[in-house]
């Protein structure tokens, strides 16, 4: 819990962060990070660190988000990655409006799903938001190219990082 109120003294001192993101942040930090972790052979995999842009403020940080989707609907969607609480929050947020959604459905998310889930129209996150929208959007279309193999890397290289977690 100490860890928990250090965090959040930092994040406050970062930047003025929007209250409604940092009681998101608190509260994942109390609960846990509902949808960090890995899923076994994904449909989708994204990949993005700060060489692919503006997503991460931090140099280093990386993002790995995982989707499975059976019979047209994503059944499960997961994270892993080292970043800042902001993204924290987008990709959490992110997990939980594309679970149980259709392709088509994830098509035409828009800002305004994030703004009705967490109540902010902070600029920052509204970014992040739409980055990661960007990016799903990109790999649903290569998903719907090729639906036989995941998307993002090579398969072998995702089940040894599997291995070494």
């Known amino acids: 819990m100490e860890a928990a109120r250090k965090t959040i003294r930092k994040l406050e001192g970062e930047y ?4 409604a993101i940092r009681l ?16 076994e052979n994904p449909s989708i995999i994204m990949n993005y660190d700060t060489t692919k842009g503006h997503l991460c403020d931090r140099t280093g940080d990386e993002l790995h988000v995982y989707i499975s ?17 902001t993204l924290n929050v987008a990709v959490e947020v992110l997990c939980y409006l594309v679970k149980g959604r259709s392709i ?30 960007d990016f799903l959007k990109d790999k649903v279309y290569e998903y719907e190219q090729d639906k036989e193999k995941p998307i993002g890397q090579d398969i ?6 599997l291995k070494n977690i």
């Open 24 to 39: 998101y942040y608190k509260e994942l930090l109390k609960t846990g990070f509902k949808h960090a972790g890995l899923i």
């Open 104 to 133: 088509n459905e994830i098509k035409n998310l828009n800002d305004d799903a994030f703004i009705k889930a967490i109540g902010s129209h902070d600029d920052k996150f509204l970014k992040k938001a739409r980055i990661l929208l």
């Open 69 to 85: 989707i059976h019979e047209g609907l994503v059944n499960d969607t997961k994270y892993v990655g080292i970043c800042e609480a």
């Open 156 to 161: 072998d290289n995702y089940y040894n990082m």
């Open 16 to 19: 003025m962060m929007n209250e």
